[in-house]
């Protein structure tokens, strides 16, 4: 047998040269890392930090809540049952929860069927209309409070109570009407179509079609509504403020703060059960929060 010969190895690629040129290209690329989550992080720390400060602070007790000291010698849980048990703090939290809660879910009914008109119909007037919700965008409420105040207090006598608030809600928001509109822009009118296509009609087509894929939206408005009615302070200020039995969290914390002006510790705890609520809603629903508000606007 002929004796077999070893084949000789591939000769392996040869390493490009470490240039000047590349070099320098890694440099740029560290930098670039660093300076983009350097921002990042000193964003980050700007926005924590106070939040970190007012839960500290909240922990001290009365005498170290006055001092320059940063984290509490002894950890004061106590202080947030003391808070919980103040008069009135518990009925400002089942009217803050009323207030937000009801809200929301009227403004979220009211705006989805007008937020599909102006978005997938075609009628006359839809541009003016449009243009009427974005002018009511653009009035302040202080424009106005004065004839509504007159006309909730004098007319319908409901001073003294969040109702002239929440009963607005359910004809509507501008702001709500128009993000919403916008996202729905986005969804193919084929899909419309071949809902009509089987038999459905407009409320069906809007039930079975179009919510289900309107989430993102739906959740993105419903957010912004239930934080701005939970941060309310100037609504809340012109009606309830002559029945305390009315306050929300946002008008009853600036009477726990001047009635405990030297309680600091006091103070930060009252305003973390103010925040937290709000804090965690937005940590649970952030994803779809930030994907209405993205897609939202795709389409003129």
């Known amino acids: 047998m002929p004796q077999l010969l070893d084949k000789p190895a591939p000769a392996s690629p040869a390493k490009a040269p470490y240039t000047p040129a590349a070099r320098t290209a890694r440099r740029k690329a560290l930098l670039h890392w660093i300076a983009v989550h350097s921002l990042g992080v000193a964003a980050a720390l700007f926005f924590v930090l106070p939040f970190v400060f007012v839960v500290l602070t909240s922990l001290m007790n009365d005498q170290q809540a006055l001092t320059r000291d940063l984290t509490p010698n002894t950890w004061e849980w106590g202080n947030y049952r003391q808070v919980f ?95 919403l509109r916008q996202f729905l822009l986005t969804i193919p009118n084929e899909y419309l179509d071949a809902a009509k296509v089987d038999g459905c009609g407009e409320f069906r087509t809007l039930i079975r079609v179009v919510l289900p894929m309107a989430k993102p939206g739906i959740a993105a408005i419903a957010l912004f509504q239930f934080f701005a009615a939970w941060n309310d302070y100037f609504g809340p200020q012109i009606y309830a403020s002559e029945n305390p039995a009315a306050w929300t969290l946002s008008y009853g914390l600036e009477s726990f703060k001047g009635a405990h002006h030297t309680n600091w510790n006091l103070t930060m705890a009252a305003t973390v059960l103010v925040m937290a609520p709000v ?22």
């Open 279 to 300: 804090i965690a809603v937005f940590f649970f629903a952030q994803k779809a929060f930030v994907e209405g508000v993205t897609l939202t606007g795709v389409k003129g």
């Open 85 to 179: 048990e103040t008069p009135g703090f518990l009925i400002w939290w089942r009217n803050t929860l009323l207030y937000a809660g009801l809200g929301t879910v009227l403004t979220v009914v009211s705006s989805i069927p007008v937020a599909y008109a102006l978005a997938k119909f075609r009628f006359r007037g839809r541009k003016l209309s449009l243009m009427l919700v974005i002018s009511m965008m653009m009035l302040p409420p202080q424009v106005v409070i004065i004839p509504m105040y007159l006309f909730w207090a004098k007319q319908m006598d409901l001073s003294g109570s969040l109702w002239p608030l929440i009963i607005p809600m359910a004809f509507g928001d501008a702001f709500s009407i128009f993000l």
